[in-house]
């Protein structure tokens, strides 16, 4: 029932948008760009006071680096282990939505929770409450291109005439939730906190059985191997998208596209990778992030 009303409060934002001025689609906050359909500025101020739990499971992520497949992870997982289903495919804590928080605060835990964030926007009570953060990261180049369809198949932001409109934009991190590099280079400087996990969405393409035993591993959850083999079964891409109507409404078809490793090959020119090359070299190269990416193998020709 929970995720019938969130698809509908989907399809509401959705419908609305439709009608929005182009110009007012996009506001600022504290110098980030956010949606208007999905954020607010109250809903920013209110997750300041946030009631966390050291039982959370949050989930941080910059934009169409695999969100959404880790926080269906996270709800598998903690089916497994405590057999509690989802209240609903959760909003982020971001973004507004009617009694969230008093939905949120009378929620059992453990609670999954997700955020695009900036490290330094994170209310501070999960740091106070040293709340353990699952940290999710793509390559850079795929992220692009997929931030890129995310604009034009949502009628929610702004749309792009071309592949080269949007890439300067990406660069300069005039998008949703900032710049890729600056989320990158902050998490850089927390990764061997030992409440944060980072996975990569390449990693968990190659061997999501191992991935999801990490971060059970890393939230002291103990599952079996055959729910982990049900876990990894329900959280391939394919069946993500084939379910994506009952667990997100219209705005499934936005977020399954491809999920493909390599898709940037088919947008970037020559000049564009190389900008990105040295973009990544000045602010992960020789980084435990740059290894955990490994850039050279992703984001080469």
């Known amino acids: 029932m929970e995720n019938l009303k969130f698809t509908e409060e989907l399809k509401k934002a959705f419908d609305a948008a439709k009608n929005t001025p182009k110009d007012e689609l996009i506001f600022t906050y504290n110098g980030v760009m956010y949606p208007t359909s999905t954020c607010d500025i109250e809903t920013f101020q209110t997750i300041e006071t946030f009631e966390a739990r050291e039982e959370d499971l949050m989930m941080v992520a910059y934009p169409k680096c695999g969100s959404n497949w880790t926080m269906l992870l996270l709800h598998g997982i903690v089916y497994a282990a405590y057999k509690k289903e989802p209240s609903a495919i959760i909003p982020l804590i971001e973004f507004k939505a009617p009694d969230k928080f008093e939905k949120l605060k009378a ?21 106070d409450k ?51 590099f600056d989320h990158a280079v902050v998490w850089n400087k927390h990764l061997d906190e030992d409440t944060i996990l980072l996975v990569t969405f390449e990693d968990m393409k190659e061997d999501l059985e191992g991935s999801i035993k990490k971060i059970c591993k890393f939230y002291g959850i103990s599952i079996t191997e055959e729910q982990v083999k049900q876990i990894a079964e329900k959280g391939t891409f394919k069946s993500m998208k084939e379910n994506s109507g009952k667990t997100h409404g219209v705005f499934g078809k936005v977020i399954f596209r491809k999920g493909d490793v390599g898709d940037w090959k ?26 955990l990416l490994k850039y050279n193998v992703h984001c080469k020709w």
Request: charged share 20%; proline share 8%.
């Open 107 to 127: 929620q059992p835990s453990p609670r999954v929770l997700g955020t695009h964030l900036h490290y330094d926007n994170i209310p501070q009570p999960f740091f």
């Open 266 to 291: 088919n947008y970037f020119s020559e000049a564009q990778s190389q900008e990105v090359d040295a973009k990544f070299e000045e602010c992960l190269g020789g980084t435990k992030l740059g290894e």
């Open 130 to 180: 040293k709340v353990k953060l699952l940290v999710t990261f793509r390559n850079p180049k795929d992220t692009a291109v997929s931030l890129f369809h995310f604009y034009n198949n949502n009628p929610m932001l702004p749309t792009y005439n071309s592949w080269d409109d949007f890439f300067p934009d990406f660069m300069a991190g005039k998008v949703v939730w900032g710049s890729y």
